[in-house]
C-alpha cells in the first residue's frame, strides 16, 4: 500500500500562534500529561481519525502488521483498515479489521444517533485472479454496529484514485469528501444513501482540506487549544523556549483566563470534547499514536 496515496496527513511539526486569552494576575505553571493509550504501532501503520461519542473513544486508520495492541488480530491481507473502540478510561473494548486480501484503507469516520459507525475508505480492485490490481481506485464504506460487528460494505470502482478525508451525515444522505490523484483536480465529492447506494463522484480543483494548526474543543464552561509552539506563552511559565512543545492550554470561557496549561508529547491530530468522557487529544510522534484523555467532572 502506497503511503503518499494517504493525502492531507495532519503529522507535520508546525509553529502556531495560539488565539490568546487574557491571562491571569498570577502565572501558571505549565505541567506534563502522561498520554493515556499509545498504540505502539511499527512500520507505517496510520491512525486517520478520532471519535469520541457517549460510549467511549473510537480511532480509525490503516494496519500492515500486528505489533499493536488496540489492533492484535489476523490480518486480512495487504494493508487492513481498523476501527478500534476504547472505554472512557482508555481501555480497548474491541477492534474489527476493514477489508479484502488486497490492500485497503480506512481515512474517515462518522457516528450517526444510532451509535452505527460508518467507515470510509478505499480498496484496491480485484481483477479475479490471486493478487489484487495495485492502486486504491475502489472507494468502499464500511457500515459497523456499536458493539463492532461489521453490517455492510459498501463499494464503487472509480477511474481515480480517491481517498476519502470526510464523511458526514448531511439531511438524509451521507456527503463523503477527499483528495482525488485527477491531474488539476485535486478534490473530490459524493454521497452516500444510508441503504448503501454511492453518487457520481463530483471532482473540483480546490482540496478538500488542510492540515490546522490551531485544535480547538469547548466543555461546559472552558475552551481548550492545543498546538505547537516554541515561544514563551503569557502568563504561563515553564514552556520551553526554542524548542517545539505540544500544548494543551485550559481558559476560562467568559473571563477567558488562561486556568491550566500542559504539555503533551507528539504533534496533534485532533482535540474533541464529549461530556460524558472529558478532553481527549490524538497526538503523533515517530509512528506511535498517543491517546491523552482529561476527566472533567
Not at 486517520?48 to 488496540?70: H, K, N, R
Not at 473502540?85 to 450517526?112: C, H, M
Not at 476560562?252 to 504533534?267: D, E, M, N, V, W
Request: proline content about 5%; some cysteine.
Amino acid at each position: 500500500m502506497k503511503r503518499a496515496l494517504l493525502l492531507g496527513s495532519a503529522l507535520a511539526f508546525m509553529i502556531a500562534a495560539p488565539a490568546c486569552a487574557t491571562t491571569n494576575t498570577l502565572p501558571i505553571a505549565a505541567t506534563a500529561l502522561t498520554p493515556t493509550v499509545a498504540t505502539n504501532f511499527s512500520g507505517g501503520d496510520e491512525v486517520q481519525q478520532l471519535l469520541t461519542a457517549p460510549t467511549g473513544i473510537f480511532l480509525i486508520g490503516t494496519v500492515e502488521t500486528t505489533t499493536s495492541p488496540l489492533v492484535s488480530s489476523l490480518s486480512l491481507g495487504g494493508s487492513d483498515g481498523f476501527i478500534a473502540a476504547l472505554n472512557p478510561q482508555g481501555i480497548k473494548l474491541w477492534e474489527l479489521r476493514l477489508g479484502t486480501s488486497g490492500d485497503d484503507v480506512a481515512t474517515a469516520g462518522y457516528i450517526d444517533a444510532s451509535g452505527t459507525i460508518w467507515v470510509a475508505g478505499s480498496s484496491a480492485i480485484s481483477t479475479g485472479g490471486a493478487t489484487p490490481a495495485p492502486g486504491l481506485n475502489r472507494l468502499t464504506v464500511w457500515e459497523v454496529s456499536s458493539a463492532g460487528l461489521l453490517e455492510n460494505t459498501f463499494t464503487k470502482d472509480l477511474v481515480d484514485i480517491d481517498i476519502p478525508e470526510s464523511i458526514v451525515l448531511k439531511g438524509a444522505n451521507f456527503i463523503i469528501q477527499g483528495a482525488s490523484n485527477r491531474s488539476g483536480l485535486p478534490g473530490f465529492s459524493l454521497s452516500l444513501t444510508p441503504l448503501g447506494k454511492i453518487g457520481t463522484v463530483k471532482n473540483s480543483a480546490k482540496a478538500f482540506t488542510s492540515s490546522p494548526q490551531i485544535f480547538n474543543a469547548t466543555s461546559a464552561a472552558y475552551s481548550w487549544q492545543s498546538y505547537i509552539t516554541s515561544k514563551a506563552i503569557k502568563g504561563v511559565t515553564g514552556i520551553p523556549v526554542n524548542q517545539k512543545t505540544t500544548v494543551l492550554i485550559k481558559s476560562a470561557l467568559k473571563a477567558k483566563t488562561i486556568k491550566a496549561a500542559y504539555f503533551i508529547g507528539g504533534a496533534p491530530i485532533s482535540l474533541q470534547y464529549q461530556s460524558a468522557i472529558g478532553v481527549v487529544e490524538l497526538t503523533q510522534l515517530s509512528g506511535t499514536y498517543f491517546i491523552t484523555i482529561i476527566h472533567t467532572k
